[in-house]
């Protein structure tokens, strides 16, 4: 007779955390640095993918859109199977995809959804078509629970020009609230400050997170890591804030870590796993 071992019992359950994205075969980026960081930071990692794409770390070659049925197969197949904790979602590509995404949060209710709005690679290629940003912004944007755009980002969602100083962040992060989000993690990192500097607005009211710049190349993939981390310790802790908070710092060490790994003659990745080697 085959005994089976008794599961062990937690607090509580390993969160089980989903992104919805593009691929990176360098694995700096996308699902790849998404999965890493889900596991660096205590959950679960699950993925479905949205676009195949060619790049390293020196750019981006080719982009082949994933057919926006075969996204909703992917999706409802694994959300009618697997308790699902968080979701990130980056990368979409297109209006169709973007829609298919928008009709299954609909109807599954998934909590904890983070929004990485994925529109244009370190190297300059566009990842999302114009035409898709309206969808992306007045369809996906209010169903989710956090929005974390870097500043490019921001003014293409609000259609206004980059800000390039610090004054600025705390008027686009509650105009990007009057378009629906929730919550707004406003990242600063194009500006020329001596600190990285974060804006994170939630429950009407705005908070600097201020953290050391680290001088690295090795900074592939900085955006999806982030939104991954908040995405995979909000089920963790009590509240947006906290997980914005130890997701930036798990960014801020990754990144100072980041030159003891040696991928690629371009902007090498983040060291998702700084804290085991």
Known sequence: MTVRAARPEFARPVPNVLTIAGTDPSGGAGIQADLKAFSAN?????SVVTALVAQTTTGVAEVREV???FVTSQLTTLLDDVRVDAVKI???AGTGVIRAVVAVLDRYA??????DPVMVAKSGHRLLADEAVAVLRDELLPRVDLITPNLPEAADLLGEREITDSGGMAGQAERLTGLGAKQVLLKGGHLREAASLDLFRGDGEAEFLRRE?????????????LSAAIAALRPQRPDWS??????????TEALRAADRLDVGRGHGPVHHFHRWW
Request: charged letters at 20%; aromatic letters at 4%; hydrophobic letters at 30%.
């Open 213 to 225: 710049r680290i001088e690295t190349t090795n900074d592939h993939g900085t955006g999806c890591t």
């Open 90 to 92: 980056g990368m979409l």
């Open 42 to 46: 205590g959950a679960y990692g699950m």
């Open 242 to 251: 906290s997980a914005v908070r130890d997701g930036k710092e798990y960014l």
């Open 67 to 69: 057919p926006p049925e």
């Open 110 to 115: 998934p909590p904890h959804v983070v929004l």
